[in-house]
């Protein structure tokens, strides 16, 4: 922690106990002030101020409450004159001129106000005062407003959470907008029957409507109400079918994304260009540099109130207000000096608890949304451009840098406050230079020679000849066209992607469309045709499609009586995997030698080295087929040679950094694609297929391409598996995790 920039005055334990019994007597750690009065702001007309209609009687108390919520004296007066009219106001469409008043007379008054083109400023000096009658009982409440049928309804759930379930306000506030959003959805106040009459379709019909508003773990969240709320109809009587046993879960994975981590050479930076000699400037570098030494979250930090702090024991002692687990810290010495600068100097006098206040009146505590500005604010005071915003990249930046000192899981882990290694874990991922110790080098030629021409053996062709699929240019056309797009739509709502799912039914559809144009049913006979055309695939392709299908049966039935449902016991057996075949490096250097036999195009002049550069790192760096096609050029960070991966298989994310002889790889490819002046641009694929798109930007090569370059290169290296067939494309990804593994990685 002592890499964290001093303050210039320390703190001693003395002066630290004469702290701890000043903010146990004054929590604004102030000495008392004599508030200013009515007569010392307006000493003029402060009579007249007295004398004012059925308000005048209040300001001299009113004057004295502002200077202590911390308005300014400009403010105040500002506030008077909004008093003042507010009282001709009153005259004029009020007929009661004693307390208490309605606050349905002040939203009036304030409505009248900020219509007014002369000077609507009263409008927002109605706020102060409004303020001051409800502090001190003078505002009666509003007439209560009768509930609609949708906010009984709601109401009703969320007791249910909050007795039944325990439920916290939070959690109960979060499932009151979205079961809101839901009945509204349903026209629940218009239509009486809305949830008697509810289906499955209807809830379907509602998770894609909202399906592009929120990312899949916030889908997560709106799904897990909705079924909540369905759940409790059921109980109740109101729905007759179970539907919240109806829903599918939206698929989500841990470590989806990848977290984004503050240098710490910004991080620095940013302390040091804080000016803390304002109080705005004081609280903002208290409030960064605990999150940064701690890694303490948002709320957490906002949360912390003057009893937090044992200033005798030297210790920080919290309640996470996400897991609700206490955690105690140790207050080191920067830390504490930054806490009794702030406390002294910039803390306005308040008999708040919490130790962060606004800066602006009224003094409150400071809010989630204040401490993601503190982070804004100083980045842009310094120049610095993060990638990431949020309050929480401190916490990662907390947590890499821990992890290159050689701190242990369980150690990140205690200081974070986690339950589980496993929450730790993510943050594995960040240390690059850890990850780097594991990567593989560019493979040496052996003294073999790649042979010139080679007679490869006959490759089987089962697993392409006689797939039931659709061609590239069919559309829905059979009687399950509606339902098919329909499943297809709440999958994906649902977070799941289903490009193969959709080929597949594609392919069925094409087949009811030819052979069977006049049914109106998924009958054992027509699936038994359409399974026998799969004859010629892969077992384990062919239960595949065949599980497809059998899954949309599932969905149908669902809503629908009398579905045919394909029985599992008729479907073929799948084959034991294949064991992998490890190809030497000697093979894989005579692989990528054999690549500059391949042809270059006029559109890609550098078609060999690009098919070579793709072969280079699905080896060295262990990635998939799918991910090497995908990598942009802004995917890769070449001052560190890093790949970042994005939302490959299972959604999740990852950094691959590369080896020195793969760098420079990269670097001569990267200085001959400049010298062609083929596409530079961050949103350019890595691997080009030399043909640009309609929209003109550079389109990446497809997977069969691909593959077929992969076959073609290794009969020319003479490279065969056990089977005498060229070996899998996934057999580099095969060797790069053997070759890892006995290595520590």
Known sequence: MREIPAVPQRCGVGELHIFEANAAGHAGLRHEKILPTLGQVRPRDHDRYRRIPIFGRFLDAFVPWAFSRGYTIHTVSLQLDSVRHLSRWFRKKVARPVPPFRADDLAAAHRCFSTRRRDPRHAWGLRGFGAFLQAHGWLKASHPKPL????????????????????????????????????????????????????????????????????????????????????????????????????????????EFLPYPVQWSELQQLLRRIDRSTPLGSRDYAVLLIAATYGMRASDVANLTLDDVDWRERKIQIVQCKTRQPLSLPLTDEVGAALVHYLRRGRPASSCRQIFL??????????LTGMCHTLWRASHTAGVTLKATGFRCLRHSLALRLLRKGASTKDIGDIFGHRHTTSTSAYLRLDVEDLRQVALPVPRQGPEEVPTKMSSPAVSTRGRVGARTAPLWWDWRSFLKKPMIDYLSVQRALGRDYKTQERTLRGLDFFLVRRYPRARRLTPAVFAA????????????????????????????????????????????????????LISEPEVAHVLAATAKLRSTRSNPLHPQTIRLAF????????????????????????????????????????????????????????????????????????????????????????????AAWQRVCRLAHVFDHRGRPPRLHDLRHHSEFRIIPSGG
């Open 530 to 581: 359409w399974a026998a055309g799969l004859h010629s695939l892969c077992p384990t392709t062919a239960r595949m499609r065949m599980l497809c299908v059998r899954k949309f049966c599932c969905h149908l039935a669902r809503s629908r009586a009398g579905i045919f449902m394909p029985d599992l016991r008729t479907f073929p057996k799948e084959l034991p995997p294949q064991a992998p075949y």
């Open 148 to 255: 609609t049928r949708s906010e009984q309804e709601v109401n009703l759930f969320l007791d249910h959470l909050r007795k039944d379930r325990g439920a916290a306000e939070r959690t109960r506030a979060a499932c009151r907008r979205r079961v809101r959003h839901f009945l509204k959805f349903l026209g629940f106040d218009r239509c009486k029957g809305a949830l008697q009459t509810l289906t499955l379709a209807t809830v379907h019909r509602y998770l894609r409507s909202i399906s592009g508003q929120y990312q899949r773990t916030s889908m997560q969240h709106v799904v897990g109400s909705v079924r909540g709320f369905l759940r409790f109809e059921f109980m109740r009587g109101v729905l007759s079918r179970p539907l919240h046993t109806q829903i599918d879960s939206v698929r989500t994975c841990q470590d």
């Open 616 to 707: 280079l790192l699905t080896f060295c760096c262990g990635l998939r087929k799918g991910e090497v096609l995908k990598l942009r050029l802004a995917d890769i960070d070449t001052e560190q040679m890093v790949l970042r991966i994005n939302e490959t298989k299972f959604c999740k994310s990852r950094l691959v950094p590369l080896s020195p002889s793969v760098a420079d790889e990269l670097r001569r490819y990267f200085a001959k694609r400049r010298r062609k002046n083929l596409p530079m641009e961050p949103d350019a694929p890595l691997v080009w297929n030399g043909r640009p798109r309609r929209n003109g930007q550079a389109s990446a090569l497809t997977s069969m391409p691909f593959w």
């Open 358 to 367: 606004r800066s602006l009146a009224p003094v409150a505590p400071l809010s």
